[in-house]
Nanobody, 120 residues
Framework: QVYLVESGGGLVQPGESLRLSCVSSVGNIFRMYAMAWYRQAPGKQRELVACINSGERPDYTNVARGRFTISRDNNANTVYLQMNSLKPEDTAVYYC?????????????WGPGTQVTVSS
């Protein structure tokens, strides 16, 4: 069973930045898996934010493109989401997702989530 633990969420003002981290329990084989960040705002469905495959190629959805950066440190079994120029509409619970394989497809395993609130 995979355990994922997110951190880095919090309350920030519009225009500020946050960096989310997610550590996976899988150990040395972490580098074999694609990793993703999703988010779910109150009353809305969970949506994909960004994904990075095992070859470290990132893919972004429209909500992230130009403001967010996904990266990974395979030696630390960690995936990051750097979020800049945050807006109130970025307020959501952000979930780390480890895919079942090397590519950004399918479900996989989920972390418990970390709350991000953007408010003045």
């Amino acid at each position: 069973q995979v355990y994922l633990v997110e951190s880095g969420g919090g309350l920030v003002q519009p225009g500020e930045s946050l960096r989310l981290s997610c550590v996976s329990s899988v150990g040395n084989i972490f580098r074999m898996y694609a990793m993703a960040w999703y988010r779910q705002a109150p009353g809305k469905q969970r949506e994909l934010v960004a994904c990075i495959n095992s070859g470290e190629r990132p893919d972004y959805t429209n909500v992230a493109r130009g403001r967010f950066t996904i990266s990974r440190d395979n030696n630390a079994n960690t995936v990051y989401l750097q979020m800049n120029s945050l807006k109130p509409e970025d307020t959501a619970v952000y979930y780390c997702n480890q895919k079942s394989g090397s590519y950004c497809v399918g479900e996989g395993s989920w972390g418990p989530g970390t709350q991000v609130t953007v408010s003045s």
